[in-house]
């Protein structure tokens, strides 16, 4: 069975720190292949990407969370990183990450077939 498990949400206050893991498993291809990539949904807006990483470790960020935020994997392990800084109440929202195979990867939704359930980050004031 295909599946991306997250977890490592919780609350935190402004200014902490959480970090979220995304287990993969029953993969077609191998791990490394994949475009990753951490999506957040906030309460009554749009999904949204946040950052990607591609089969050679290049990485993506959108604007508000580049130099708070670091996207990484485990191959070894199958397993997806995002370790989120300096954490603000507008950071607030659901996690999920997502795998696809796809030329140029980048945080957008296109090309990803895989999802996760998702992990909920609540950062209080």
């Known amino acids: 069975q295909v599946q991306l498990v997250e977890s490592g949400g919780g609350s935190v206050q402004a200014g902490g720190s959480l970090r979220l893991s995304c287990a993969a498993s029953g993969f077609v291809l191998s791990f490394s292949a994949y475009c990753m990539v951490w999506f957040r949904q906030a309460p009554g807006k749009q999904r949204e990407g946040v950052a990607s990483?591609?089969?050679?470790?290049?990485?993506r960020y959108t604007d508000s969370v580049k130099g708070r935020f670091t996207i990484s994997k485990d191959n070894a392990k199958n397993t997806l990183f995002l370790q989120m800084n300096s954490l603000q109440p507008e950071d607030t929202a659901m996690y999920f990450c997502?795998?696809?195979?796809?030329?140029?990867?980048?945080?957008?939704?296109?090309?990803?077939?895989?999802w996760g359930q998702g992990t909920q980050v609540t950062v209080s004031s």
């Open positions: 997502a795998a696809g195979i796809v030329f140029g990867c980048t945080y957008s939704e296109s090309g990803k077939t895989i």
């Open positions: 990483i591609d089969s050679i470790g290049s990485t």
